[in-house]
């Protein structure tokens, strides 16, 4: 839970971050590309503001020295010095039109015009007094006299040239100007298709492509201004407004809600400034498309990176579950190896404890028929002693009878001990089970008799073969009538049951009783060596023992179980050879 908090916090931040960087790459990017192709604009638009500022000051140089040259006109000198004015009107007006002026005049030393060029046209100068205007006082006073104004008379713009006409001893005797109007130079901006205007000194907009920014100021003007503006007529009755702009950052500003790459020119004549606005349409879109293709190419590389990323996790992925599988199986096969070698260890102590127990039963089967064979002649020696000492004294004493009594358990106790005595006749032969089961029924009849036990037995009508001792598997049967027997003494009704019988390639022989029963031990206990529960005297706990190794050497197997009878019921099982097609009496 913790683990997946903090993963998940991890994963936040990465993606934040990721976020920030996409952000200020993408801004980053945009700037550089605006920087770049604002750049590339303002170079461009330098050209035209260039050309624009060359025109301007050509315009205004082509005719700066005609007033000088025409105040020493002798013609315009006469006039000034009073001679008729007729010729000059007429020779002004030819000047005029040959040098597409708008207009010549000479005017006497009270500013009154005495002659021009437009003498003979509704808008004639003459008789009009220009004492006010800056150029003719400047000229008046000996200087060359410039102005930009709305003519008086006419009410169109101009640019106006002022030379003083002098006597030959230098005395002023008039002014001669020309009226030069420059309302091409809009015309030239507007066909161009630009956006270009002029400014004075004080930010009155003298020319422009837009006529309607003509005569609106970029700044406040002040009353100073004002007041010269008035003085002179400058600008009529205009009213000079300010003009809706405001500059922006990165060259830029903007023209009543449009927004213009704006560039300026101020070396004019006059303190004038020429501003040339380029549109930024190219500039906006050129950058959108660089900014896009960028986000388009960052998104690309980051797809395709996590794209590769998926595909290594994947890869990983399959490779862990494979090594997950083979894992597995590894630890599958090792988990088998494991019981394998458990299954092993424990065939292997059993095994050995079969060997341990095989060599106990085979040093006690030695010692029991040394024992039975030291004491057999000394009871036998013991019993002849007995009889003699009986026919002596033609009597049987108490004492005879004791000894008497005395020597028979002896002879018992060899007796069973030689039953258990290791037989070295182990001759291994083909041997019929109904003779061994018949002859170790024979040899406990007596007993059987005596204790008034119900035998009841069924035998095959043919013969059961397997390859064995007969010897040897009498001893079993045998003993295992016995304990039948002796597990009934205290019983009231005794029920001995014998069945041999085949059962696939097995010969099963089974003695039931009615016994007391195992009195819930099991076989293995039962057969240990020694393991008895009769008296002392009366068994050694050897017969199970040593009936269970037979069986086993004959490849064979012994179990017990409580019997249908009441008692105990043992079961030896052993593989057939091959039933003899015999007679049950043969
Ligand atoms: P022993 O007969 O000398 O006691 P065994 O090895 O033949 O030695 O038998 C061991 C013990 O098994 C017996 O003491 C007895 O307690 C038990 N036993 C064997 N056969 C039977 C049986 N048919 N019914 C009840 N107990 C039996």
Known sequence: MQIDTASSKNRTFRWSLILLLSAVSIVSVFRLADAFFTARALERAAGPLSLYRETVVA???RFSHLTFVLARDPFVVATAQGADTGPLNQRLAEFAVRSGLEAIYLMNEAGLTIASSNADRPESFLGQNYSFRPYFQTAI????????????????????FADPVKTQDNAALGVVAIKLGLTELEETWRAAGETVFLANKDGVILLSSRPDWRYLTLGALTNAQ????????????QALDALQWKPKTRNRSEFGGDTFLHLTTADLPNGWELHYLANTDQVTARTALATGSFIFLASLLVIMTQQRRTARIGAALKRS?????????ANERLAVEIEER???????KRTQDELERAG??????????SVTHELGQPIVAMRNHLVAAEIANDARSSLTVRLSGLVDRMESITRQLKFFARNDDTSIDEVDLRNVVQASIDLVAPNILETQTDLAYEMPPK??????????LEQVITNLLRNALD?????????LQISLQVNHDLAVCKVADSGRGLEGLALEKLQEPFFTTRGSGEGMGLGLAISARIVEEHGGDMTAEASELGGAEFCVSIPIIEVRAKDHDE
């Open 226 to 237: 004002k007041e010269t503006i008035e003085r002179t007529r400058q600008f009529a009755s």
């Open 487 to 495: 597990a009934m003494s205290q019983s009231e009704t005794r029920n």
């Open 141 to 160: 006073k000996g200087d060359q006299g410039e102005f930009y104004g709305i003519g008086s008379t006419t009410g169109l713009p101009g640019y106006f």
């Open 342 to 348: 458990k299954a092993a260890e424990r065939r292997l």
């Open 360 to 369: 106990r039963l085979s040093a006690l089967g030695q010692l029991a028929a």
């Open 463 to 472: 013969a059961i073969a397997v390859k064995g001792s007969q010897f040897r």
């Open 321 to 329: 579950v494979a090594e997950e599988a083979q894992l597995r199986q």
């Open 59 to 61: 315009e205004l140089e």
